[in-house]
């Protein structure tokens, strides 16, 4: 420790470290805790290989599952970072759900936090969808009917549905189009909306401190 603390003294960089680290948490907190941090870091994995793959992934109606069994088979590291994306997406969901119901337990959703939690809310319904939008990419059998189906229960809606169902599909059946409008929002419009809120969820942490234990 004192040789870290030497290195960021003459670094420089002990007040800034400060600035960002150092938080005062309530006593009597548990593991259950961390998993909003866990969920963080999951997003920061999904996001960096989400970057990677996206050098050479191709959305159009003819390349997409090519440029998949390209990432695959050729290019290097493809394999492992297709897999740490699908994973960590997967580990940002679980983790989601139990930073959720810890929330909920504790009361942390109680003034003054009720804002956060609708910050939260929403954050969970985003991120769900920008799993529901990157399961189209591989453009396989598997996604396209996943499509079909989840487009399907969007076009159900009353009075609006048909009107959402062409928005979201770009025409009345799943096509290019579609793969197209998924890949925008799942590259760039949900992660920026993400981001934004996280940046809104953590002001508010930062601002409020985090709840005490019941
Ligand atoms: C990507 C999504 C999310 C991330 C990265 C995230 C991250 C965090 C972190 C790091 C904390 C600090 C305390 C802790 O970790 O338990 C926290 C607190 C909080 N989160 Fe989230 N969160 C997310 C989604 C949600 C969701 C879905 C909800 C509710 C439905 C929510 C509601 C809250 C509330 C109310 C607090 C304050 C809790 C307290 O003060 O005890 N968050 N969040």
């Known amino acids: 420790m004192k040789l870290i603390d030497w290195f960021l003294d003459r670094f420089r960089l002990k007040s800034a470290h400060r600035g960002v680290f150092d938080r005062k948490i309530p006593e009597g907190i548990n593991y259950f805790y961390c998993f ?27 390349e997409a599952y090519l440029s998949i069994q390209r990432i695959h088979e050729e290019v290097y590291l493809g394999k492992l970072m297709r897999g740490i994306h699908k994973w960590s997406a997967n580990v ?32 969970f319904i985003i991120v769900m969808v920008e799993g529901f939008t990157g399961y189209l990419l591989p453009w396989d059998q598997k996604a396209y009917w996943a499509t079909v189906v989840g487009t399907n229960i969007v076009g159900s809606i009353p009075f609006i549905g048909e009107t959402l169902l062409l928005i979201v599909r770009g025409g009345y059946e799943v096509t290019g189009v579609t793969l197209n409008r998924f890949y925008s929002l799942h590259i760039l419009w949900f992660p920026l909306i993400i981001m934004l809120l996280l940046w809104a969820h953590f002001h508010m942490i930062k601002k409020l401190g985090i709840s005490k234990p019941l």
Do not use: D, M, Q
Not at 39 to 61: K, M, N, R
């Open 92 to 123: 940002l969901i679980i983790t989601l759900i139990i930073h959720s119901i810890r929330v909920f337990v504790t009361k942390s959703y109680r003034p003054p936090r009720e804002l956060n939690w609708i910050v939260g809310v929403i954050l």
């Open 36 to 62: 909003g941090g866990i969920a963080f870091t999951a997003f920061l994995i999904c996001s960096i290989s989400g970057f990677f793959l996206s050098f050479y992934y191709i959305p159009s109606e003819n």
